[in-house]
């Protein structure tokens, strides 16, 4: 498989003189398309640092990032917001959904904002929620809708711009273990598909989910194994 993220010697610090706080050492990592990555850590590891750039939500001290064989690094914001806006999805542990807007609503959101018209809109994003089991949700707000929904909401509103990579900050955090499952079956599912899914977690059941699990620690990647995924099953995820 072709390599669509690659770091370099990416180093990140925060304040200046003795307040100065290294919170990324040198990592060098190198990731591939359709790998399913889970960055696990304990609190003030490096790992939120470390998923921030990834995602182009902040910027290394040093070193290099290559995305899709495009220098990241180097590039001013409007070509970040561009590359959050066609290449990456997000998915966060609070949902992020507007509690006034129906579901379909919510993953026009984006597209919106990108220009897309109005009824490519509607249909990209029924579209979505389809392929995430909530095609007879679409005009659903999320009061009405389970954790579970409201995630599938949430990683159908990545979906819409049609992403290489789909970074997910603790996704699983608010939600049972059940539930949890669902949501690790429909990420298998997207990898499956040739996406690309780094998450963050710091559970090691639901690192079990993925090929490839990295572990952080005093902003250095401790260790970095390839395995074979648990099967999580998508029984119930879509009633």
């Known amino acids: 498989m072709a390599e669509i993220i690659r770091l370099e010697d990416i180093g ?29 850590g304990a609190s003030g590891s490096g790992k939120s640092t470390l998923m921030n ?7 290394p001290s040093r070193g ?27 998915v966060f542990q609070s949902f992020n959904l507007l509690a006034r807007t129906s579901a379909v609503e919510n993953v026009e959101l984006p597209m919106l904002y990108s220009g897309v018209p109005t009824r490519e809109r509607r249909e990209r994003a029924i579209e979505a929620l389809t392929r995430v ?26 979906l819409v711009s049609k992403p290489s990579v789909i970074m997910a900050d603790e996704p699983t955090g608010a939600l049972d273990s059940h539930t949890s499952v669902e949501i690790m079956a429909l990420f298998q599912e997207l990898v499956a598909t040739g996406i690309t899914v780094v998450l963050v977690t710091h559970e090691s059941d639901i690192a079990n989910y993925a090929t490839r699990v990295l572990v952080v620690k005093d902003g250095r990647i401790l ?4 395995q074979v995924a648990a099967i ?8």
């Open 64 to 90: 290099q990032y290559h995305l899709v064989g495009r220098d990241v690094a180097s590039m001013d914001a409007n070509d970040l917001a561009e590359i959050r806006n066609h290449l990456l999805g997000f």
């Open 133 to 158: 089991g909530l095609g007879n949700r679409l005009h659903h707000h999320p009061n009405q809708l389970s954790g579970g929904q409201q995630q599938r909401v949430a990683i159908a509103r990545a």
């Open 223 to 226: 260790s970095d194994g390839r």
């Open 12 to 40: 990140k610090v925060y304040g200046q003189g003795e307040s100065a706080v290294e919170a990324l050492r040198g990592v060098s990592l190198s990731i591939e398309e359709g790998e399913f990555v889970a960055i696990m």
């Open 53 to 59: 750039i990834l995602g182009c939500l902040d910027r």
């Open 232 to 239: 999580a099953s998508l029984e119930g995820a879509k009633k």
